[in-house]
């Protein structure tokens, strides 16, 4: 059965790296739904989140051809329940009355999010949260007009004390 399957790689921060990774799921014929890079705690290291959908052969294909890529440190899958998973929004939404600017504040204050820019037209809110949250304030706004948006995909850590086993 197909479904979503989120997963962490630490990877050496060098040039071609993320390259390579996307390559790998180019060439085994692999969808990325989102992916997201960035350092960690550790300058030289960096987390890459990959979001895939597939059913678990897939998944297990996806890991063991990861943790052949040289500069790959461990990959891991971060099961829903046992990770936090956010993804931020960047939302411009056309607003050319106060009324207008009013409902969108109302809004974006019950999503818990915050209006980051505002101008004679328009607004843009950013939201954080899971997919479905996102989603349903765009739901929300779309009818007023939404001009642009950006959305970063997700990005994920693991529940509890960190693991400091590489799996290589």
């Known amino acids: 059965m197909e479904h979503r399957h989120v997963i962490s790689a630490l990877v050496l921060n060098k040039p071609?790296?993320?390259?390579?990774?996307?390559?790998?799921?180019?060439?085994?014929?692999?969808?990325?739904?989102?992916?997201?890079?960035?350092?960690?705690?550790?300058?030289?290291?960096?987390?890459?989140?990959?979001?895939?959908?597939?059913?678990?052969r897939i998944l297990e294909q996806v890991i063991k051809q990861l943790n052949k890529l040289?500069?790959?440190?461990?990959?891991?899958?971060?099961?829903?329940?046992?990770?936090?998973?956010?993804?931020?929004?960047?939302?411009?939404?056309?607003?050319?009355?106060?009324?207008?600017?009013?409902?969108?504040?109302?809004?974006t204050s019950i999503f818990r999010g915050n209006v980051v820019d505002l101008s004679p037209e328009s607004l843009i809110v950013e939201i954080t949260g899971g997919e479905d949250k996102i989603n349903a304030f765009i739901e929300l706004v779309k009818p007023l007009g939404i001009k642009e948006m950006a959305r970063t995909g997700i990005t994920a850590l693991a529940r509890g004390p960190k693991i400091l086993k590489p799996n290589k």
């Open 16 to 56: 071609g790296v993320l390259q390579r990774i996307s390559g790998l799921f180019t060439r085994r014929g692999f969808n990325i739904s989102s992916i997201t890079v960035g350092t960690t705690e550790n300058p030289q290291v960096s987390r890459v989140t990959i979001e895939v959908n597939g059913d678990d």
């Open 70 to 107: 040289i500069d790959v440190i461990k990959v891991s899958e971060l099961e829903e329940k046992k990770s936090v998973q956010r993804e931020l929004c960047l939302i411009k939404v056309y607003a050319p009355t106060e009324s207008a600017k009013s409902q969108i504040i109302q809004y």
